[in-house]
């Protein structure tokens, strides 16, 4: 496991690095106060390298335990649960926007993978669903749709 690791981190730290030496190249065009169109490559290539040094790291670390981690057991019906909900909240997402609809959506999921308590619950989902909402407003430029609420998130 330990060289698989070096081997794909070197290999996928040759492709980051080629995918950096290509953003680096995208044009710039002058839009106004709107992120550029190389914002979301650049943003993929710092992900892209920080995980494949992360793994790099990894395989370079002693080892502690050459047993493979065990996959959670997880129920095949909260598969399927979590397929529906999904689908229930992409069919709400154009009317109530995607603050509205990413609550129960995010509620759902807390709930169905073992979160019982209801301010957790709660707060989770609200506290979630906004902060996604605001990063892409402030953070990315990107206006997400407000739905129901836009008279109370603008």
């Given at each position: 496991m330990r060289r698989r690791n070096l081997i794909a981190a070197v290999f996928l730290l040759a492709i980051g690095i080629g995918y950096t030496v290509l953003t680096a190249n995208l044009p710039t065009r002058d839009i106004g106060s709107t992120t550029q169109p190389s914002f979301f490559p650049w943003v993929v290539a710092v992900l892209f390298l920080v995980l494949s040094a992360a793994l790099l790291?990894?395989?370079?670390?002693?080892?502690?335990?050459?047993a493979a981690p065990e996959a959670p057991d997880v129920a095949p019906h909260k598969y399927l649960w979590g397929g529906v909900a999904f689908v229930v909240y992409l069919a709400a997402l154009p009317t109530l926007g995607f603050v509205a609809a990413n609550i129960p959506f995010f509620l759902a999921l807390m709930y169905l993978y073992g979160e019982r308590r209801p301010l957790w619950l709660l707060?989770?989902?609200?506290?979630?669903?906004?902060?996604?909402?605001?990063?892409?407003?402030?953070?990315?430029?990107?206006?997400?749709p407000s739905g129901i609420l836009s008279g109370v998130i603008g």
């Open positions: 790291i990894q395989g370079l670390r002693p080892a502690t335990s050459n707060g989770g989902s609200i506290g979630i669903s906004l902060a996604l909402f605001y990063l892409f407003r402030g953070v990315f430029l990107i206006l997400l």
